[in-house]
């Protein structure tokens, strides 16, 4: 329980939760796994959030330096008490470690998350036993440093060179120009000692392309940069205060040829290359690593929506009726247009990504066994929801924070910060547009297929029953009905998919290159992406709605959630459905009028939907989304710690202010 | 000319200037109103930018305490270079203030910006005389405290008392409640000794509303704050960080009758209150800031669009064609369909605000002789058009960072912390949102008074026009034609207008009451408002290309670009075309082939179009969107200078990681 309940509740609030239909409960047991799961996590979270090494002042009162000092010393405490209380299974750490870090960032990320799953995916038995316990213990502190100042997603542009030298039985790793330097790797500037560099391998004169290769960056004795290593810290960028995102330039610097990752690919002492036995296995932790940023992105958008409809019930603003109490800002229509559409977006999302770790893990099951049938559409899939998601995300907490006014703007509301370091998720591993044109290019091909009657499965079954892209407009629907509004998105993505391909050939027809029509059909390629991501997720969350162990109440709550996530969709996209008459304009009218009944249906439950994302006050590090409502007090305390306030005078009072106006009243 | 223009360019941005199809100091003439006004405003920031009184490290290297202390350093050098070398014309003083100040906001604004303003056309002449010469020299400085903590844009909702006394001719301020604590006004917290307080008037036992007190907040001895005042800082923000924003309570602080400004509304000495004549005549100030917002808005915009087009130029990435070199990613259509429409709008809103300036000064004098009856009209657009304009520019914004990939999440570009700072003015002077329906209201009683055949004039004239709101499309528009696009525009707002006033119309006689009604139709009446300041956008530039004195060869590409915004702003609300079928699908179709081709002929002239903004490389602070495009040598000299680079070995390594990395290597 949030320590926050302790406290008084603002009454407008408590009136919000006693007037809800439902148990939020319920739906935090949904979102959670089971009730046994959110009594677990919420013994973590307490672990974390009273445990006095942990306390410090509000992020946005630290300098860069403080911020980067403290994401070291959570790290240390985090990884103590991981050990000596044996947190372990990934969710029990994920859970643990989201309380500790509250919204910071994590220096060593970059060794958990990228350095010990390429040595354990990527080494030899030999290679493991002597760096893995090693890293597993961070007796060494390791990045991954693949990304360069001139390449990131195209990775064959990279131009880190390390060329075998058989006589020294050495790799001779190497920067030939600026942009090849190592630049934006998380932990490379000040932490690491060591980092998985990506290079061009040259042997025997022939270059076979990107492979890691293991380098020591820093002294173990005194932390100061090995010869022919230059490194550093990058610079400030928009959030991510905490991490260290380094440069790495190395000059000739040459290592054992042991310290080339081997389990895949060789280079045998004379130098010969021996080719890795199969190349698609590393697409699963790509598609692991993706499938985490949806849920990070689903979790994202819901502290925001909780900040901001929280606060719209505690703030009143303004008059619906002259001589009437000023109304609570939630309220208005045109806020609930604002808001509840994000809310069933992170619903959505969140529930989104509930499939693809499904997925994932009964995926790494198949590849295990041989069977690697699914990985190119659940890849296309993790591609195009990373891009769809992430994006609905960034510009929601931006919609949230504007829709709480100036406040919104105050690092007091935790929205700057959030959407600072979240809209990071629109860029790093793939860039969304990107994402959105791999997801494409298995669309186009797929529907290809079904042209020649070959069979489709999984989420691009329906390009090859949607056969006919115009469907006459019926001006009857009821578009409350959730298969009408699935058998809606799923029309417009086979119809978005069949026009681009058609689009494709007839470039190609044209006589334009393949790469020069794809180029040409791109901006129509990533919209049909889009729509395939949108109909899925619309599909997923109507089956959930379906399906989920709840009791009948919260099954109400999440019916109207859905029904509002998918006509909101038709309106905000609505050419694409009246485009071929599939709707008509009647229809969309009908969609309006019943957007207005849903919002006004979900207005009484938005505190309990947000309230059953169980997020503690610590976590949301918001005054406007507290718990208790206690805004305006707390706003103030808040205020009154800020830096600024250190003194009733400023000091630079003294030094220009004080001797400008006495220049200034002398003229008098 | 920019310094940086005597580097040598890189070849790539080189190639894209000697392509172009015409000359951009053709358009920088267009937009800044005339070669002797560029030369001027070459002039001016040359003397900020070469003052050696004003060089600093890069902003995001600084503290907020540094960066507010460095904000009032500018602020001094800025006035007294002012004074002494007679800049005074209010065009000059803001390209010289933009020079100076490169981005920073000024902690004194609010001084010159409402302090000066509302003494000039509120206080008495007796009151001038005694404030007016001490503010215009700085001898003092003030604020203008009007929003509270808990009301910001619903003036009647704030709850600050200045209550009369007979007995000792004062006034008594008083700050009853927490939420009635001054909270925003910027240079409220530390640097201000006085405020122009709002607050609501009380004598003779009645509440008058709210009037405007002088109230010295802190010695002009010590600039310690009086008795009865509590003040500080509201703490940091997502921008502003040299804005002392502050909060200001009062405990029953008395000031002389002659404190309240006087010259519309007075209080006898008796108490006995006077009421003003005219309250219209405060509109024009707000339209002036309004006016101001739309400029501001513009400028960020392009300063944006000039960092995401140069960098797309010099950036090459993946490849297009196996084997060939890798291309600029401007070629890619993706990359062309998130900026140029931007750019577009950028011409667009700069042209727009040409348009309310001008209007604006037209009216001031029209006001002065009486004729307040275009008020209104213009009074309603301002609104719209500061909230469309933000709007666009602040996503726009985002929109450009992350078509710059990683980098332009490094503060490095320079477009983090332009989006923070300019984000804010979608909030500050009334929110988005009520100033849409401030829009919309005057746009429902223009449609109902056309109802009535009453004739409509100015930027509204159209809503008579229009009668029906149906149009059979006629499959056969040319949507190249400009005529053509305006007409699109000018269906689609006067459809939008006509449908919210029918609703609001139909909710009222189904028993709502106005207020409910209007409530319950106010997402439609945004969509109107937006319509409307869509299509003022488009015919302004419509109207621009014809009547522009520019060379043949300029006027070419100004067509371009105004096709450009036209047509992308159809598909990205192509609903609203097809909604009633004013276009088919297949002409929606042409409008998606047009725009592939738009973007394909703006392409050769992207770089062009940007240089013609003509901001030098220290006004656009952004190692990305550099003049000479040397974009990599600098991302690392400016890496190098950031404050966690001071050392090779960061001092918490000594504190924690060592410790740490020893207990953990003594466990192997």
């Given amino acids: 329980m949030s320590s926050a309940k302790r406290t008084k509740t603002n009454p407008d609030l408590q009136k919000e939760r006693d007037g809800a239909s439902f148990n939020p409960f319920s739906l935090t047991c949904l979102l959670h796994g089971g009730e046994e799961n959110v009594e677990r996590k919420r013994e973590l979270e307490r672990l974390a959030l009273d445990d006095p090494e942990l306390q410090h002042e509000h992020l946005s009162f630290l300098s860069r330096d403080e911020r980067y000092t403290l994401g070291l010393k959570k790290t240390i405490r985090f990884l103590n008490k991981c050990w000596e209380l044996d947190i372990t299974g990934i969710q029990d750490v994920n859970t643990y470690r989201r309380a500790v870090f509250l919204g910071m960032l994590e220096p060593l990320s970059v060794h958990y998350g990228m350095f010990l799953p390429t040595l354990l995916s990527q080494a030899t038995e030999a290679q493991q036993e002597k760096w893995l316990s090693q890293a597993l213990n961070?007796?060494?502190?390791?990045?991954?440093?693949?990304?360069?100042m001139g390449h990131g997603t195209f990775l064959r542009g990279l131009e880190t060179t390390a060329t075998y030298d058989p006589k020294t039985e050495e790799f001779v790793l190497h920067s030939p120009t600026l942009s090849s330097?190592?630049?934006?790797?998380?932990?490379l500037g000040k932490s690491s000692n060591h980092a998985l560099v990506l290079a061009q391998l040259y042997t025997q004169g022939q270059c076979y392309g990107m492979h890691p290769f293991i380098v020591q960056l820093r002294s173990t004795e005194d932390h100061t940069p090995l010869p022919g290593i230059t490194i550093g810290d990058i610079g400030p960028k928009f959030g991510f205060d905490?991490?260290?995102?380094?440069?790495?330039?190395?000059?000739h610097v040459r290592i054992p040829r042991e310290n080339m990752l081997m389990k895949h690919s060789q280079v045998?002492?004379?130098g010969t290359y021996i080719k890795p036995a199969n190349s698609k296995l590393a697409y699963g932790t790509m598609m692991l690593v993706r499938s985490y940023i949806v849920s990070d992105a689903a979790q994202s958008l819901c502290r925001a929506c909780t900040i901001a409809v929280r606060y719209s019930c505690v703030r009143r603003q303004s008059e619906i009726k002259p001589g009437e109490p000023e109304p609570q800002v939630l309220d208005y229509q045109t806020q609930q247009y604002k808001l509840f559409p994000l809310l069933s977006a992170a619903y959505a999302f969140y529930l989104a990504s509930h499939y693809m770790m499904n997925t994932y893990?009964?995926?790494?099951?198949?590849?295990?066994?041989?069977d690697l049938s699914q990985l190119p559409e659940i890849h296309a899939l993790s591609a195009g929801l990373k891009a769809f998601t992430t994006q609905v995300m960034s510009s929601g907490i931006d919609t949230c924070r504007m829709a709480c006014g100036g406040h919104g703007y105050s690092q007091a509301s935790g929205l700057p910060l959030l959407f600072a370091n979240a809209t990071a998720g629109c860029t790093y591993e793939g860039e969304n547009t990107v994402m959105f044109l791999q997801t494409a290019r298995y669309l186009v091909k797929c529907y290809g297929a079904s042209r020649t009657n070959e069979k489709l499965s999984g989420t691009v079954a329906y390009l090859s029953r949607v056969q006919t892209a115009a469907v006459a407009g019926k001006g009857t629907r009821n578009l409350l009905d959730l298969e009408e509004l699935v058998g809606a998105y799923q029309h417009r993505a086979a119809r978005l998919v069949g026009m681009a391909a058609n689009q494709l050939q007839a470039q190609a027809k044209a006589g334009k290159s393949p790469e020069?029509?794809?180029?040409?059909?791109?901006?129509?390629l990533v919209k049909c992406a889009q729509a395939h991501c949108h109909f899925f997720v619309v599909r997923n969350f109507v089956d959930t709605v379906r399906t989920a162990d709840v009791d009948d109440a919260s099954r109400a709550v999440l019916n109207t959630l859905c029904q509002l996530y998918a006509i909101h969709g038709i309106i905000e996209n609505s050419g694409d459905f009246l485009e071929d008459t599939y709707l008509t304009g009647q229809e969309l009218q009908q969609a309006n009028s019943h957007l207005a009944s849903l919002l006004a249906k979900v207005r009484p439950d938005a505190v309990a939907l947000v309230d059953a994302f169980d997020f503690t006050d610590e976590i949301l590090q918001s005054v406007l989304g507290r718990y208790d409502g206690n805004v305006y007090e707390n706003l103030y305390e808040w205020a009154k710690k800020s830096p600024l306030n250190k003194s009733q005078v400023h000091e630079s009072y003294h030094k220009y202010l004080r001797p400008f106006l006495q220049q200034n009243r002398a003229k008098l």
């Fill in 138 to 148: 961070y007796a060494i502190i390791g990045t991954y440093a693949q990304t360069e």
């Fill in 268 to 270: 045998l002492p004379d």
């Fill in 181 to 187: 330097a190592k630049w934006w790797p998380g932990g």
């Fill in 242 to 251: 905490e991490v260290d995102n380094g440069f790495l330039m190395m000059d």
């Fill in 361 to 370: 893990f009964q995926l790494s099951g198949n590849i295990s066994q041989g």
């Fill in 516 to 524: 020069d029509a794809w180029n040409s059909c791109s901006v129509q």
